[in-house]
């Protein structure tokens, strides 16, 4: 099949954000008195959006009464640390500078903070002009819910024909099938093939060239 509109998620798909978020996570457990975890722990954690996580990371969750507080020093500590040890994973780079010069529409679609997402990807990917994390508008839910990927579609200026979602987790699969879009899972991310399996994947690759296959 041949895809001009390429929609990417981008933690665990296009940038290896783990140690950061890892780091970021037990800062604020330690300040807050909170046991911390281990690195497997916040992979199982992570893509569901940053609330999601410190939901799972804090002991009782939401229901814990120093929630709110961890999850604000979270999130003033990620945002002073999210380059500290963040890098793209092999090959993407060369990959996405490839597509975008063969004229595909490149766009960013996330569970992350807004301010974080478009940070990191004109950081990263200044080739990507469409990035989008946790909207804040009314009406617009996260993933998976497709309405981010409509929003990307709409700002890409594309329909969803010869569009594709390329993902990393369970979440990924789930808003692809959402949006209506065909769905690309990749193995180098947060998630293995048989977690994926098991969440309805049914196209992986295990390297950013593949995506350049038939191109």
């Not at 008195?33 to 497997?40: A, I, R, V």
């Not at 994390?133 to 998976?144: D, F, L, T, W």
């Not at 899972?185 to 196209?203: K, N, Q, Y």
Request: hydrophobic letters at 40%; glycine letters at 8%; aromatic letters at 8%.
């Amino acid at each position: 099949m041949f895809y001009h509109t390429f929609i990417f998620d981008l933690d665990g798909t296009l940038l290896d954000t783990l140690q950061d978020l890892a780091g970021s996570v037990n800062y604020s457990l330690r300040q807050h008195g909170m046991p911390e975890h281990s690195l497997d722990d916040i992979r199982r954690f992570v893509g569901n959006g940053v609330r999601r996580l410190m939901k799972r990371a804090v002991p009782d969750g939401t229901d814990n009464p120093r929630f709110e507080a961890a999850f604000a020093t979270f999130r003033e500590h990620y945002m002073q640390h999210s380059l500290d040890t963040t890098r793209p994973y092999e090959g993407i780079t060369e990959v996405l500078r490839q597509l975008k010069d063969e004229g595909c529409l490149l766009a960013v679609v996330s569970n992350k903070m807004m301010a974080a997402t478009q940070a990191l990807v004109a950081h990263f990917f200044p080739e990507i002009t469409v990035a989008i994390g946790e909207h804040e508008a009314e009406g617009i839910r996260k993933k998976p819910a497709p309405d981010t990927v409509y929003e990307a579609l709409r700002q890409l200026g594309a329909d969803r024909e010869g569009a594709v979602y390329v993902g990393d987790s369970d979440v990924d699969i789930q808003t692809a099938r959402n949006a209506g879009l065909p769905c690309i899972s990749v193995l180098w991310g947060f998630r293995d093939r048989d977690f994926l399996l098991s969440h309805g994947a049914a196209t992986f690759i295990d390297r950013p060239q593949q995506l350049l296959v038939g191109k």
